[in-house]
């Protein structure tokens, strides 16, 4: 069956950075891309950006562009997403969604358990 | 301010029915397929509807999707306890060239 393992939470501080991992199982990794998206305390879900594991095509929303760096490992199926200067306002919960998208059709058809993410001084 | 509008919040009783709206724009709905998901807290988020109509294999056909325009709508027929969960729209935006979730709505079954 398709998993997707996020990496534990995490805890920095205002300026650093964060790099949270996706590992897969289940599924012809190379066929799909992932989607990020973030929710934070008592929000929404909001897309930050997607990748493509054959291509490495890319898209970011644009409040994340060049804050956000996503890679993908085929050797050992897995994701990653980095951001770059954290604010407190980045603090929430990371999800990896697996993505099947033709064109603009998407959907995020399995999703990791989520990554906190705490920015505090 | 989310880019796909949905009411915050619903409320009905078990084994009734209830629709949720997801309006959009041209650029979005209106042009590409619309997903929705459930989201229950501490839980990850689980795929109900894609390609506007079609469910997953595991899904009860107690979910379904419909689309007319720039507007979307997912109906939960037989509600249950189990169902109370946030849920929302998601599609593609090729103006903004990035994905746009719905605001959720907070489905209350009492």
């Known amino acids: 069956q398709v998993q997707l393992v996020q990496s534990g939470a995490e805890v920095k501080k205002p300026g650093a950075s964060v790099k949270a991992s996706c590992k897969t199982s289940?599924?012809?990794?190379?066929?799909?891309?992932f989607s990020w998206v973030r929710q934070a305390p008592g929000q929404g879900l909001e897309w930050m950006a997607w990748i493509s594991v054959y291509g490495g095509n890319t898209d970011y929303a644009l409040r994340f562009q060049g804050r956000v760096t996503m890679t993908t490992d085929t050797s050992t199926r897995t994701a990653y997403m980095e951001l770059r200067s954290l604010r407190s306002d980045d603090t929430a919960v990371y999800y990896c969604?697996?993505?099947?998208?033709?064109?603009?059709?998407?959907?995020?058809?399995?999703w990791g358990q989520g990554t906190m993410v705490t920015v505090s001084s | 301010q989310s880019v796909l509008t949905q009411p915050p919040s619903m409320s009905a009783a078990p084994g009734q029915k209830v629709t949720i709206s997801c309006s959009g724009s041209s650029s979005n709905i209106g042009s590409n397929f619309v997903s929705w998901y459930q989201h229950l807290p501490g839980t990850a988020p689980k795929l109900l509807i894609y390609e506007d109509n079609r469910r997953p294999s595991e899904i009860p056909d107690r979910f379904s999707g419909s689309k007319s325009g720039t507007s979307a709508t997912l109906g939960i027929t037989g509600l249950q306890t189990g169902d109370e969960a946030d849920y929302y729209c998601a599609t593609w935006d090729s103006s903004l060239s990035g994905g746009v979730f719905g605001g959720g709505t907070k489905l209350t079954v009492l």
């Open positions: 289940g599924y012809a990794f190379s066929n799909y891309g």
């Open positions: 969604a697996r993505t099947s998208r033709s064109g603009d059709n998407v959907a995020f058809d399995f």
